[in-house]
Each structure stands twice: as C-alpha cells, then as structure tokens.
C-alpha cells in the first residue's frame, strides 16, 4: 500500500499538539482581538458586558469551536474534503469557506502591509503631528471618491511595495508546509506577540489619564443587558473572534495525530484569545484615556474602533505621549505579527483545499493558490479607491457569508446527516473534557437560533440601509454581487472531479482510523456511520 504515490501525498501534520494550540491561538488571535473587541465591549455595556461575552463564549463560542475540530479531525480534511466525507452533497460548504478565506485573504495582508508602515513611520512619529487624520486618508491612502471618480487603478507606492512585502514573507511561510512552515512561525510569533502585549499594556498604564480609560472600559452599564442587540454584538463578536465556521479550525485540526485531547486544546485555545482581548482592552482604553486627557474631553469623545483607532487615534497618542514611539512600535508591531499569523491560517484553508482535491504537491499548490491573490490584493488595495472596495466586500462577506455558513452546516449535520452523536464520541475518545447532552443542544438548538437571528438582522440591515451610504451599483458588484458569486462557484467547484492522484481518494492513514473508531451503533439515536465509509468514498 505504502508505494511512492501515497508516501508523497501523506498528509501532512503539526510538530506536536501545542504547536497545534499555538498555531490554533495564531489564528485567533488577530485585528479582532486588537482594534474590535476593545470598542466591542465598551459600546456594549463596558464591564456588564463580561456577562454576554462568556455566555457567548460558552454557549456557542466553544462549542462551535469543538464543532470544528471534530469534523476535521474525524474526517481528515480540508474543509471540502472533511464535509464531502461526511456528504458528499456538503462538499460546497468547504468551498465556500474556501472562498470566503480568499476573499478575506486580499485585504488581511494590506492591513498588515499599513501597519508595517506604521510601525515603521511610529519609530521617526512622521505622520506631521496634529494631523494624523488627514495623513492616513490623504497622504498615506490616497483615497479617492467613487462616488465622484468610479474605481481608480492609480497605484499608491507606500502601500504597494510593502504589501508585496508582506506577500513574500508570507508566501515563503506557507511554501515550507504545515511543519516547517506555519508551525515554527507560530512558534517564533506568538511568543514575542505575547511578550510585546504585555510591554504595551505596562507601558500604556504609565500614561497620564490611563485611569479614566480603564473606568471608561470597565465601569458596568447594566442597563446595556436589557438590549437584544447588545447580545448579538456579542455572539457576532464570539465567531469571528475564535474563528470558527472558516474552515480555519477544521484545517488546522485534520493536521493532528489520531490521538489527541480535542477539547482540552479546544479550552486552552478559547481562554487564551479571551486573555488577548481583555488585555487588549486595558492597553487600548489606558491609551484612550491618555488621548482624551490631552484633549481635554471625555473618553466617549475619542473611543472608536478598526481603522479609525488603529491609524487616527494610536498615531495621535503616539505623537503626545512620552515614550510614544515605544507605543507605536509595540502597537503597530502587534498588529503585524497578530495578522501573519492570522493571514497564514486563513490561506492554509485555500491551499489545503486545493491540496487534496488536486494531489499536488505543497510548494506548487502555494504557489498557484498565493500568487493570484497576492496579485489580486495588490492591484486592488494599493490603489486609490482600495480602502472602500475593501470595507464592502469585508461587510458583506465577513458578515452574512458567515452566518450562512455556520447556519447551514450546523443544520445540515444536526439535523440532516444526524452526525453529532458520531462527533460527540471522536471528540469523547480521547478528550480530558467529556461532552455529552448540553454539547448536541448547545450545537443543535441554541446555535442555529442565534446564528439565524443574526443573519436575519445583518440582512436587514443591509436591505434597507445602503451600505455607508456607497452608491447603488458599487454596493451591487462589490457586496451583493460578490456574495452570490462566492455561492455559485462554491457549488461550481463541489462538482469538479477530485483528481487520482488525490490522497483524498485513497488514503490508507483515514482507513486505518475508521478500523480503529470501530463504529458501534450510537446508544441513544442508532445512528451508525455511513457503511461503505472509506477514503475509496471519494469518488469524482
Ligand atoms: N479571529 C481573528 C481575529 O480575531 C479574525 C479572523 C477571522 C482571522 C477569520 C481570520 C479569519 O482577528
């Protein structure tokens, strides 16, 4: 069995199980954690908001993280390949995360790309003090109008070149495989991220103000629980903060060996993005109060997120402070590392995808998967129309593509295929933390109700609302229209032939599993594994 086709095509694998959990916190760990969840919780009720934020977390946040380690690692697969085991009609759900992942690929890199000048333009603060405005938009970006010019192709050369930059260190990260590649990336990163956290958190404490910031941050309004929407920023947030329903999870975990504790990983993963976003909380509000002292008003006054906080209000602060360089270094630098490790797990989902339906190899397979979209990126968000393309298409896709996503896959495996019992025992096999009952209901029942009132609510509001105000017919190629592409060609791509030479199609290593689990009848449902499961079951 083991002949030259199979050896080469061996799936690949994670170096040990806390280089899994590193690399799984990477991802997590991203801009969300840095310029979201610090305005997040602040609108949403400051220090009350702790109580929407863990039951998010552990009635949906976690669970579906489990969700998504236990298919990839029950079926050993990218995202396609693990939902066309478990179906073959679910096989446009992969694609369709892989789509997504593409999407947010092109624009994760200009965000590192800007703040790679950043933290570059905070070591000589040259962004004219007093104007950091004007600097970012104007001078930096370049943005035009498209309500005035349409969509520009006018290349910005500060923008472009480190994006290049970026797409170098990344595409070489990603050449190198699972192991040697993103493995030892996060093992480098994540430490220095983590030890760079703590400076800025310590070094914003000292400033002048810090204390109205942390009040700002943590003081409760209480009366913010009694708002639904307050609860769906937080269950929105959740998702998008532990990555989940990317496809990310399920990719990463298929890399694990067959015996390892799935939910034990899944709890060290979940807490420590938790412990990221609080820490980042106290570093961005102790800065904010910092910039509201200096300017004489009220924390409410200069409390913003994403962009405006990451290039308007840290850029100001940096410019006040003393020691603001270390500030910005810190920041900036954080930024960066934050969203590699980010952007390597959102393109692994990409490559792995293409790996096991094309049985190609790693480095091509990077190569023609990262390139185009490198090119993409490129020649989109370094020009001067790039930031607006790029906060629609983000909009749209992240928001309800998404929810739709997760929607229909918990549907589909709870309800359709019946498939939970089968995850709650792979995930019970060899876990230190046991799920039972409250598991399949949380999945099952609470989910799909909060993911069904928030991609009812995100619709809505895009219906009836355009968008920031863009006009109609950028709205319809850049928000809509790109949705209902995604969808068509996640469809489009589930009916292409797997290729022969996919491992997918036979893979000795995923037999061997199945002979192992040893399905018995489940005890409650009676549902037992499709019977003619094997790798053969892929068939074009
Ligand atoms: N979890 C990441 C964050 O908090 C965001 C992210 C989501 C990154 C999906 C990649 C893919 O920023």
């Known amino acids: 069995m083991a002949n030259a086709t199979t050896q080469t095509n061996r799936r690949e694998a994670f170096g040990s199980r806390n280089v899994f959990i590193l690399s799984a916190i990477g991802s997590a760990v991203g801009l969300g954690n840095i310029w979201r969840f610090p305005y997040v919780a602040y609108e949403g009720g400051g220090g009350a908001f702790l109580i929407p934020y863990l039951c998010a977390l552990l009635t949906a946040g976690i669970p579906l993280l ?12 990218s995202a396609p ?65 498209v309500a005035k010019d349409g969509v520009s192709t006018q290349f910005v050369p500060q923008v472009g070149y480190p994006l290049i930059g970026v797409w170098l260190v990344v595409i070489i990260i990603m050449a190198l495989g699972v192991k040697r590649g993103i493995g030892r990336a996060n093992l480098v990163l994540m430490p220095l991220l983590t030890l760079m956290f703590v400076l800025l958190v310590v070094q914003s404490l000292f400033l002048p103000g810090a204390v109205d910031g942390l009040n700002a941050f943590f003081t409760p309004n209480w009366e913010a629980l009694a708002d639904p929407g307050v609860w769906a920023s937080a269950y929105g947030h959740i998702f998008f903060s532990l990555s989940v329903a990317f496809g990310i999870m399920v990719t990463y975990s298929s890399y694990l060996k067959r015996r390892t504790d799935l939910t034990g990983s899944g709890l060290v993963v979940a807490f420590a993005n938790s412990g990221f976003e609080i820490l980042a909380g106290i570093g961005v ?13 009220d924390v409410s006054g200069v409390a913003t997120a994403g962009i405006g906080l990451a290039f308007v209000a840290f850029p100001t602060i940096v410019s006040q402070a003393a020691g603001g360089s270390i500030i910005g270094v810190l920041f900036f630098g954080a930024l960066v590392f934050a969203g590699i490790t980010s952007l390597i797990s959102v393109l692994e989902v990409v490559v792995a995808a293409l790996q096991d339906k094309l049985g190609w190899r790693r480095v091509p397979t ?44 918990v549907i589909l495996v709870a309800w359709v295929l019946h498939r939970l019992p089968v995850l709650r025992d792979h995930l019970n096999r060899r876990s230190s933390f046991r799920l039972g009952r409250v598991w399949m209901l949380l999945v099952a029942v609470l989910s799909p109700i909060v993911l069904g009132y928030l991609f009812v609510s995100e619709v809505v509001a895009k219906v009836t609302e355009p968008y920031e105000g863009y006009p109609a017919w950028f709205l319809a190629i850049f928000g809509w229209g790109m949705v209902i592409a995604l969808v068509v060609l996640a469809i489009l791509l ?9 491992h997918a199609k036979d893979d000795p290593e995923y037999d061997e599993f199945l002979v192992e689990e040893s399905y018995e009848p489940d005890a409650e449902t009676g549902a037992v594994p499709l019977p003619a499961e094997t790798s053969r079951g892929v068939r074009s």
Request: some cysteine.
């Open 494 to 502: 589930s009916l292409l032939p797997w290729s022969r030479r996919s």
């Open 285 to 297: 509000f102790a800065a904010l109060g910092f910039m509201a002292q200096t300017q004489a008003t």
């Open 366 to 409: 990077t190569l023609v998967v990262s390139i185009p979209i490198a090119l993409i990126s490129v020649a989109f968000f370094s020009t001067t129309t790039g930031l607006l393309v790029l906060d629609t298409t983000d909009a749209f896709v992240n928001a309800f593509g998404i929810m739709a996503v997760a929607l229909i896959a």
């Open 81 to 145: 390949l693990a939902f066309r085991r478990m179906h073959r009609a679910a096989e446009p759900l992969g694609w369709w995360q892989v789509l997504i992942c593409v999407v947010i690929a092109t624009y994760y890199a200009v965000i590192i790309a800007w703040a790679a000048m950043y933290t570059w333009f905070s070591a000589r603060i040259s962004w004219g003090a007093g104007n950091e405005d004007a600097f970012f938009f104007g001078e930096f970006l370049q943005l035009g109008d």
């Open 66 to 77: 489990f969700f998504d380690y236990a298919i990839g690692h029950r079926f050993r697969g």
